[in-house]
């Protein structure tokens, strides 16, 4: 697609900020509040975001945040998280968004970082710009009144309540230590804790403030929303960095009596459904993409990560959008890797999103094969594949950005 000769793209200035605050906020159908400006000034700088203008006027922005994301085995790997992308109803499907991206990937290529990664609208966009999904989370609604736990299951007791003051202190201390050890969840600035304590009345959808619940291991906050059958407990956030936190936690929230339901989000392997005495309690009513990884060098981001099984293969990356690709030898011992260029013939061959849906282990090699992502030379080589790329946590996304 070639691009009308009056747009063009630049770094923004100060002055943009009012122009790229609207673009974004009518994007994204949200009205701007203070918390919001003091959150995204605080994070960017402003010569990171990318402005594509017609004729002198801001029509499309996109940006990226540094951030240390964790990967399987507990390494803290430089990344750049690509946000507010952005381009006015009046200009779309007339290639800005591509136009934005070629300077972003630019920019983020000549940081050196090993991945880029966001959050998508809409899960139709990034796979071209070799962006995979990478975290899976669940929704699911609990009928709290027949929530019993299973006689074998624990009860380890812990959780306090506390008000936001106790909150403000705890939680930043127990999310570092979460984050430290799941694959898929970053470093959570200062700017980002106090955007979720001033908790703005407007971007709460009707529901109550935060209420939180504090455990030595794990905290969740909640807010109430009244529905037409009674009160419903809507978990904003879970972070159990044991499992006798998660169950803890979870045991404090089943005995919010006079709640009919609880909505939570969860990774697919949640234990939460093999602790209650009824399977099928906590009903599944979503199940959907959280991170999206575009791997922009494969020998540091395949190196930088444990295997669960030891094991030499040889993989074909295809990378059209930006020519990442090639073919490489990884090599696993001890569940450390090596990973480098190599002439050798690929056991695997795969395109470059669909290994930023393997890197995390959200997703198995065997699955991508089934729905034709992945083409192995034999059932052995995927079977390899398909074990060594499981993680030792299961991935969830730290927070939205
Ligand atoms: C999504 C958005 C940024 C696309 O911008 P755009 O300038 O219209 O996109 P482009 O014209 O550059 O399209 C680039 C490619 O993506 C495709 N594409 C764009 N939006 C798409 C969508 N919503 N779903 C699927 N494909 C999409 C185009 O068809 C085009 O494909 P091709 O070049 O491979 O043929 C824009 O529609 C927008 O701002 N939407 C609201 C906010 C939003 O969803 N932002 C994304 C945040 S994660």
């Not at 630019?106 to 966001?118: D, F, H, K, Q, Y």
């Amino acid at each position: 697609m070639t691009l009308h000769d009056t747009i063009s793209v630049r770094p923004a200035t100060d002055n943009d900020w009012p122009a790229l605050e609207l673009l974004d906020s009518v994007a994204f159908a949200y009205h701007p509040v203070d918390a919001d400006r003091t959150l995204t000034r605080a994070l960017t700088r402003t010569e990171d975001v990318v402005v594509a203008t017609d004729a002198g006027t801001p029509i499309g922005l996109a940006l990226d945040l540094p951030m240390d994301l964790t990967v399987p085995g507990g390494t803290q790997v430089p990344v750049r998280g690509v946000t507010w992308v952005s381009v006015a109803p009046t200009h779309r499907r007339r290639g800005v968004l591509r136009a934005l991206f070629a300077q972003i990937h630019n920019n983020i290529g000549r940081t050196g970082v090993p991945l880029a990664m966001l959050t998508a609208s809409d899960a139709g966009i990034y796979g071209r710009f070799g962006y995979g999904p990478a975290t899976v989370s669940t929704s699911v609604t609990i009928d709290r009144r027949f929530a019993r736990f299973r006689d074998d299951a624990p009860d380890p007791g812990g959780v306090v309540l506390t008000d936001q003051a106790t909150a403000v202190t705890r939680l930043p201390e127990i999310y570092e230590r979460w984050r430290l050890i799941t694959p898929g969840a970053q470093n959570r600035p200062q700017p980002q804790w106090d955007y979720t304590f001033a908790d703005p009345e407007e971007h709460r959808d009707g529901k109550s403030g935060l209420h939180y619940l504090i455990h030595p291991d794990g905290y969740a906050t909640f807010r109430y929303r009244s529905a037409d059958d009674g009160m419903v407990a809507v978990v904003a956030e879970l972070v159990a960095v044991t499992d006798a936190a998660h169950t803890a936690l979870w045991r404090t929230l089943c005995g919010l009596d006079l709640t009919q339901r609880i909505e939570a989000t969860q990774h697919p392997d949640d234990p939460l459904r093999l602790m209650l005495t009824d399977y099928r309690l906590p009903r599944t009513t979503r199940r959907s993409d959280d991170l999206w990884v575009r791997i922009m060098d494969v020998p540091a981001a395949l190196g930088a990560r444990t295997y669960a099984l030891d094991g030499d293969i040889v993989l074909a990356v295809r990378d059209p959008y930006l020519d990442a690709g090639g073919t490489f030898a990884l090599t696993v011992r001890d569940g450390h890797a090596e990973c480098r260029r190599t002439d050798a013939t690929a056991h695997v061959t795969l395109d470059l999103d669909a290994l930023g849906s393997l890197y995390l282990g959200a997703h198995r090699a065997r699955t991508l094969a089934a729905a034709h992502r992945i083409e192995a030379a034999s059932d052995r080589d995927l079977a390899l594949v398909d074990m060594m790329f499981a993680a030792d946590r299961p991935a969830v996304l730290g927070y939205g950005f």
